[in-house]
């Protein structure tokens, strides 16, 4: 009876610990680079607000009826995405940018509606994310009116919706290569908006430095921002107003 309690301790006691490392693990982010981050709260066309679960962005002029619920890619600081949507919120966009549970977008089981609910105003709202955060959007892509990712791609099929989708990669991306969005292209619809970057990273699309694994850009951060930051622009403005009840 002694030995089986010992061996019962000590399996619980790897369990404990396998938790808390884990635990730690997720809370370490990769961190919002603080000048890229200033500049969008010093914006007065754009107005921030930390709502808890989220981070909120609106219009503080005219704002077009959009919404973009945003996952950010794994343990990446939501904050880092700011600047990457700056331009697309000062342009009448609303950006919802989500704080996934532990980090990670695959934790996070909370509906759409959780945080389309900062906006009320809003009448046609699209789903994002960059990474893994965007393999999450595509499994909401059901509940939204437009499907947004930035280097990612999605791991279900979606190939037979209607929803407009718009897919922004790097042709330097390290982790989500142009390989692999290539070969996940079939799960999309065909009318999907497929833009590739001519010399962006993995770590282009937010604003937190440098990323293990990632290959090196070869324009500069400002360059991929403003191309990014446009084509999102331009889709979220060309959205289709959402057709009553979903």
Excluded at 49 to 62: E, L, R
Excluded at 162 to 173: E, K, N
Aim: charged share 15%.
């Amino acid at each position: 009876m002694n030995r089986v309690l010992r061996w019962t301790a000590w399996i619980v006691a790897v369990i404990v610990l396998i938790a808390v490392v884990f635990l730690v693990w997720a809370h370490i982010v990769m961190q919002g680079t603080r000048s890229a981050a200033l500049q969008v709260w010093r914006d007065d066309r754009v107005a921030v607000q930390d709502a808890g679960d989220s981070v909120v962005m609106t219009p503080t002029g005219t704002a077009n009826g959009k919404g973009i619920v945003f996952i950010p890619g794994a343990k990446v600081d939501p904050y880092a995405y700011m600047a990457t949507f700056r331009q697309v919120v000062a342009g009448g966009t609303t950006v919802i940018i989500t704080k996934p549970t532990l980090n990670l977008a695959f934790f996070d089981t909370r509906p759409l509606s959780t945080f389309e609910s900062h906006a009320p105003d809003v009448a046609t709202w699209a789903v994002g994310g960059h990474s893994l955060g965007g393999v999450r959007a595509c499994q909401l892509a059901q509940d939204a009116d437009g499907l947004l990712l930035l280097g990612s791609y999605c791991a279900n099929d979606i190939s037979t919706s209607y929803i407009d989708v718009l897919s922004v990669s790097g042709s330097r991306d390290g982790l989500s290569t142009p390989a692999k969005v290539a070969a996940a292209r079939h799960l999309l619809p065909s009318t999907a908006t497929m833009t590739e970057i001519d010399g962006s990273n993995h770590a282009d699309f937010g604003a937190y430095g440098a990323q293990p694994g990632d290959d090196t850009a070869t324009i500069s951060r400002a360059a991929a921002r403003q191309q990014i930051s446009a084509a999102i622009e331009a889709w979220a403005e060309d959205l289709p107003p959402a057709p009553g009840l979903r």
